[in-house]
């Protein structure tokens, strides 16, 4: 486990300054909100990227997902959100000698080729989280879950790096069954 105050501390300072963008905008959800969290300006930010990686893991890791008789053996979600988070999480695992893959989630199946929906090593029989960069609704996670589940993985949790409780945890836990894992809220960014 890495310093977690420190680490978590220094990736929500990031968030803080690359992410909060404020203003009027209008969410995936269809939802209306007074800022918009921008996550990709800081998941694929050379600085904050290896935080997010080592943030998700004491998450996994202080849930118990990391040991034990049937540990995480993937992690992934919905493309694009969920993408850089679960390559920084791959890599950060990596550097632990956790044995972590990654997978993507595509929007719909492909047309061609193999014609898969979940790219990345199979995760047929696999523990797999799903994952996202932030949640309003547990939507999108929501598709990942169903997604995976229909690929023949066992989904054991899912995974936001900023939940903006607005009702995705319970929603999630009530749909997928699973527990719902914050990283950070907006309490924490102050946008309560």
């Known amino acids: 486990m890495t310093e977690t105050a420190s680490t978590r501390d220094r990736l929500l300072a990031l968030i803080d300054d690359l992410a909060v963008v404020r203003g009027r905008v209008t969410l995936a959800s269809g939802r209306e909100a007074d800022y918009y969290l921008d996550l990709r300006r800081v998941t694929l930010e050379h600085r904050a990227a290896p935080l997010v990686g080592d943030v998700v893991l004491d998450l996994l890791e202080t849930h118990g997902l990391l040991d034990g008789d049937q540990p995480v053996q993937a992690i992934g979600g919905l493309t694009m959100g969920a993408d850089p988070v679960a390559t920084a999480v791959m890599h950060r695992a990596a550097a632990r000698d956790i044995p972590l893959d990654a997978f993507v989630v595509r929007k719909a199946a492909k047309q061609y080729g193999m014609g898969r929906r979940v ?58 069954g699973v527990p719902y894992l914050a990283a950070i809220s907006t309490q924490d960014l102050g946008l309560d």
Do not use: F, M, Y
Not at 129 to 147: F, H, M, P, Q, Y
């Open 119 to 176: 790219e990345g090593p199979s995760v047929e029989g696999l523990n797999v989280v799903a994952l996202e960069d932030t949640s309003t609704t547990g939507g999108s996670v929501l598709e990942a879950v169903n997604a995976l589940r229909d690929a023949g993985a066992h989904v054991v949790a899912v995974v936001v790096i900023v939940d903006r409780d607005t009702g995705a945890k319970e929603r999630v836990e009530a749909e997928a």
